[in-house]
């Protein structure tokens, strides 16, 4: 079993170009995130999708956008990169109830100069 | 915002001995999850209990609970030079909608000394 998949494993941006992140989940989980991962601020939520055709903000969305693509496929882009963004991102999915562990990709590590 | 916070932040052993890590937590919880990375890694979970659990045992791992001082704590028990990672609590709030939406505290890096 793959679990989660991301692409690009390693990315570096100017500032102002987009790009996406993609991410996908072989194990038929109903719930997808987005996290980043910056030094000494542990990981923090900026979008996830409870459930195919619905997405939710979580803790830092500013300059993000997503898309459930289907149950397998979950987006991340980012419009106009900016260096803040530089940050190892995460993806994880998990059953929609609440007692269900998540499981994580390997992250995309992206730099923005 | 964040939810858990480990402590201590950083702790280094010698290979043999034991490794406590604490969690605070703020709100009501469903459940409190640990899991690890390793260096350039993903998470993977290790252990999950429940709110109405005070201890649970998984190898080499216990994980107690308790939610009266809103506090959890991750025991590893004759660690290995493969232990070190970083540690990280999440926990585990349901929302109106039915989806669980956890949040992670900043973690506490173990280094085990071979």
């Known amino acids: 079993n793959a679990g989660v998949t991301q692409t690009p494993k390693f990315q570096v941006l100017k500032t102002g170009q987009s790009m996406t992140l993609q991410c996908a989940q072989d194990?038929?989980?109903?719930?997808m995130y987005w996290y980043r991962q910056d030094p000494g601020m542990g990981l923090r939520l900026i979008y996830y999708s409870a459930s195919e055709g619905t997405t939710d903000k979580g803790e830092v969305p500013n300059g993000y956008n997503v898309s459930r693509l289907n149950k397998r496929e979950f987006s991340l882009r980012l419009e106009s990169a900016a260096p803040s963004q530089t940050s190892v991102y995460f993806c994880?999915?998990?059953?929609?109830?609440?007692?269900?562990?998540?499981?994580f990709g390997d992250g995309t590590r992206l730099s923005i100069l | 915002s964040q939810q858990g916070e480990e402590d201590p932040q950083a702790l280094s052993i010698q290979e043999g001995e034991n490794a406590t890590m604490n969690c605070s937590y703020k709100?009501?919880?469903?459940?409190l999850q640990w899991y690890r990375q390793n260096s350039g890694r993903g998470l993977v979970h290790l252990i999950l209990?429940?709110?109405?659990?005070r201890e649970k045992h998984s190898g080499r791992l216990r994980v107690t609970l308790d939610t009266s001082k809103k506090s959890s704590s991750l025991l590893i028990t004759a660690s290995r030079a493969a232990d070190t990672a970083s540690y990280f609590c999440s926990d585990g709030r349901g929302n109106p909608g039915g989806s669980y939406i956890p949040t992670f505290g900043r973690g506490t890096s173990l280094i085990v000394h071979p």
């Open positions: 994880a999915s998990s059953e929609r109830t609440v007692t269900q562990p998540q499981h």
């Open positions: 194990m038929n989980h109903n719930s």
């Open positions: 709100t009501s919880i469903n459940n």
């Open positions: 209990i429940r709110s109405n659990e």
